[in-house]
Antibody, heavy 120, light 107 residues
Framework: EVQLLESGGGLVQPGGSLRLSCAAS????????MSWVRQAPGKGLEWVSS????????YHADSVKGRFTISRDNSKNTLYLQMKSLRAEDTAVYYC?????????????WGQGTLVTVSS | DIQMTQSPSSLSASVGDRVTITCRAS??????LHWYQQKSGKAPKLLIY???NLQSGAPSRFSGSGSETDFTLTISSLQPEDFATYYC?????????FGQGTKVEVK
């Protein structure tokens, strides 16, 4: 059974930093691209960052470029999101998602999410 | 960026109704269109990928159709557990973008 378990969320002051982790199990983690998707309170879904299976390619939304960094450790089956210079508008539930292996890049599995609150 | 526009933004329906949600892309995306269901307080779940392929475990009353710029999600007979918000998403070009969501409510 595929499981994605996020951790690391919490309350942080504007300008602060936080690192999110996503522990993956139930599939060959090193074979799949992964992404972070966020959802602000009461709002829709917003893609944040993606990383290829081998970490050779990373992508970030313009809204977080230069502040967030996605990475992965395939030896630990773990996905990360390092967040710096956090702003109030970064407040959201952050979901770890797995890409399908069939070439469509649908997000076929999602974690339960971790809440990041940026407030003084 | 490719803009995804869903309609309607919300709808009221009864158990047993046939429900149709549409999603329009601002440019052609082939069949790189996926549908997700999100229940209140829960993570989204993939229902349909590649415009018309039913995700493993998703009920067969869900179906998807369309290509290029116009897509449809259909629930053939609405069940109590289907009251939720539905999102479309394109993966044709980075950044991947989502529609704004369609909330299906009890009539």
């Amino acid at each position: 059974e595929v499981q994605l378990l996020e951790s690391g969320g919490g309350l942080v002051q504007p300008g602060g930093s936080l690192r999110l982790s996503c522990a993956a199990s139930g599939f060959t983690f090193s074979s799949y691209a992964m992404s972070w998707v966020r959802q602000a309170p009461g709002k829709g879904l917003e893609w944040v960052s993606s990383i290829s299976a081998s970490s050779g390619s990373t992508y970030h939304a313009d809204s977080v470029k230069g502040r967030f960094t996605i990475s992965r450790d395939n030896s630990k089956n773990t996905l990360y999101l390092q967040m710096k210079s956090l702003r109030a508008e970064d407040t959201a539930v952050y979901y770890c998602t797995k890409h399908d292996g069939g070439g469509y890049n649908a997000r076929d599995y999602w974690g339960q999410g971790t809440l990041v609150t940026v407030s003084s | 960026d490719i803009q995804m526009t869903q309609s309607p933004s919300s709808l009221s329906a009864s158990v047993g109704d046939r429900v149709t949600i549409t999603c329009r892309a601002s440019q052609s995306i082939g069949n790189y269109l996926h549908w997700y269901q999100q229940k209140s307080g829960k993570a989204p779940k993939l229902l349909i990928y590649g415009a018309s392929n039913l995700q493993s475990g998703a009920p067969s009353r869900f179906s998807g159709s369309g290509s290029e710029t116009d897509f449809t999600l259909t629930i053939s007979s609405l069940q109590p557990e289907d009251f939720a918000t539905y999102y479309c998403q394109q993966s044709y070009i980075t950044p991947p973008t989502f529609g704004q969501g369609t909330k299906v409510e009890v009539k």
